[in-house]
């Protein structure tokens, strides 16, 4: 499985974006897929994940209640929705996926499938 990443671009704070996670390769729709950003200086940290075994999906406190994880079988893409942006969430986002859960799902080493990641800018 490979992965790539779009969608990102400059949004206005309080507006929307949505991310795609695109996947080549068979059986996608069995993977676990987690979204992790980056901001300048900082280290990577997780945004949300999607269990699928379980049908269930995780956000960090930052993002709950504004972002949301979507699938697309048919078309083998996982989404990150984003609203309600604000200038804190400026940062490189970067979608990963490995194939079986782990409980340490936050934990960016876990992940050995990762997209080329996509630029947000939130302007305030």
């Known amino acids: 499985v490979q992965l790539q990443a779009s969608g990102g671009g400059l949004v206005q704070t309080g507006g929307s974006l949505r991310l795609s996670c695109a996947a080549s390769?068979?059986?996608?729709?069995?993977?676990?897929v987690v979204w992790f950003r980056q901001a300048p200086g900082k280290e990577r940290e997780f945004v949300g994940a999607?269990?699928?075994?379980?049908?269930?999906?995780y956000y960090a406190d930052t993002v709950k209640g504004r972002f949301t994880i979507s699938t697309d079988n048919a078309n083998n893409a996982v989404y990150l929705q984003m609203n309600s942006l604000k200038p804190e969430d400026t940062a490189v986002y970067y979608c990963?996926?490995?194939?079986?859960?782990?409980?340490?799902?936050?934990?960016?080493?876990?992940?050995?499938?990762w997209g080329q990641g996509t630029q947000v800018t939130v302007s305030s």
């Open positions: 390769g068979r059986a996608f729709n069995t993977y676990q």
């Open positions: 990963a996926a490995r194939l079986n859960w782990n409980v340490d799902y936050r934990t960016p080493r876990h992940y050995d499938i």
């Open positions: 999607l269990r699928r075994s379980m049908g269930r999906t």
